[in-house]
């Protein structure tokens, strides 16, 4: 299952390439996840909640589950 960014949810990263770097992607795919370009894994879904301040019981709020 992947997970799409919900639109007009904010993300506010002070330090995005710090960030994708944590997380093991690159920045260019951050910034790709966060403009609903593409979609991600759970994990790193969670991941991006917890950097927003959410926590993983938020998921539902950022992202919606996409079915493939």
Same mark, same amino acid.
């Given at each position: *299952?992947?997970? *799409?960014?919900?639109? /007009? #949810?904010? #993300?506010?990263? *002070? /330090?995005? !390439? =710090?960030?994708?770097? =944590?997380?093991? &992607?690159?920045?260019? @795919?951050?910034? $790709? &996840?966060? =403009? =609903? !370009?593409? +979609? +991600? $894994?759970?994990? +790193?879904?969670?991941?991006?909640? &917890? #950097? /927003?301040?959410? @926590?993983?019981?938020?998921?539902? !709020?950022?992202?919606?589950?996409? !079915?493939?």
């Amino acid at each position: *299952m992947r997970y *799409m960014l919900r639109e /007009n #949810v904010e #993300v506010d990263f *002070m /330090n995005q !390439k =710090r960030i994708a770097q =944590r997380l093991g &992607i690159h920045e260019v @795919t951050l910034c $790709n &996840i966060l =403009r =609903r !370009k593409i +979609t +991600t $894994n759970k994990p +790193t879904a969670v991941y991006i909640v &917890i #950097v /927003n301040g959410g @926590t993983e019981a938020d998921l539902d !709020k950022y992202f919606e589950l996409i !079915k493939k």
